[in-house]
């Protein structure tokens, strides 16, 4: 079992920045992939951004692609989302996502592959 935590979300003006970060109970957390996901009011929830256990292998959806940065830091138990050049469209609740992988080559991008949920936080950018 892990638990996860998001922070970071808020208020910004379109073409602002947020950094969100994802706060890991597990101590092997090295041998978990993570995905961010995003819920919009109204819609399914959709893949943005994931990294793969050790870090290195990222994959972006093609809407976030160029203006978020996912990453990791193990030793402190915590992966980030850098969303930079923020549009109205982005305003959802994210997601962080945990799932025990392990080989070090896969990213998954489903979030049926993700066993391991955080409670979300919220992002809203106005226009």
């Known amino acids: 079992q892990v638990q996860l935590a998001e922070s970071g979300g808020g208020l910004v003006q379109a073409g602002g920045s947020l950094r969100l970060s994802c706060l890991a109970s597990?101590?092997?957390?090295?041998?978990?992939?993570v995905g961010w996901f995003r819920q919009a009011p109204g819609k399914e929830r959709e893949f943005a951004a994931a990294?793969?256990?050790?870090?290195?292998?990222?994959r972006y959806s093609d809407v976030v692609k160029g203006r978020f940065t996912i990453s990791r830091d193990n030793a402190k138990n915590t992966v980030y989302l850098q969303m930079s050049s923020l549009k109205p469209e982005d305003t959802a609740v994210y997601y962080c996502?945990?799932?025990?992988?392990?080989?070090?080559?896969?990213?998954?991008?489903?979030?049926?592959?993700?066993?391991?949920w955080g409670q979300g936080t919220q992002v809203t950018v106005s226009s």
């Open positions: 597990k101590r092997t957390f090295s041998d978990y992939a």
């Open positions: 996502a945990a799932e025990r992988i392990v080989s070090a080559l896969v990213v998954p991008n489903n979030p049926n592959e993700y066993d391991y």
């Open positions: 990294i793969n256990r050790v870090g290195g292998i990222t």
